[in-house]
Nanobody, 115 residues
């Protein structure tokens, strides 16, 4: 059984930084990408950043230049370094693994940025 465990969320002031971590356990076949999504209150879940098994990254326009996604040396780990955080970054952040034949999701970690 695959499980994704996220950590690193919390409360931070405008302009602050946080680092999110995600570690996946279990056997994952056909892994394509690892990524982070977020969902703000009253809004749909949106892609924040993702990285392919080849190391190609892409980011939401709103976080480019402020967030960095990277894969860890441990198998199936991914990080999201978030700098210069803004109140609009507030939401629940979810780790995602896109694989064949299915995707996997973490339980989410809350990030709150105060103004």
């Amino acid at each position: 059984q695959v499980q994704l465990v996220e950590s690193g969320g919390g409360l931070v002031q405008h302009g602050g930084s946080l680092r999110l971590s995600c570690a996946a356990s279990g056997n994952i076949f056909g892994l394509n990408t690892m990524g982070w999504y977020r969902q703000a209150p009253g809004k749909q879940r949106e892609l924040v950043a993702r990285i392919t098994i080849g190391g190609t990254t892409n980011y939401a326009d709103s976080v480019k230049g402020r967030f960095t996604i990277s894969r860890g040396t441990a198998r199936n780990t991914v990080y999201l370094e978030m700098n210069n955080l803004k109140p609009d970054d507030t939401g629940v952040y979810y780790c995602n693994i896109a694989a064949i034949p299915m995707d996997y999701w973490g339980q989410g970690t809350q990030v709150t940025v105060s103004s």
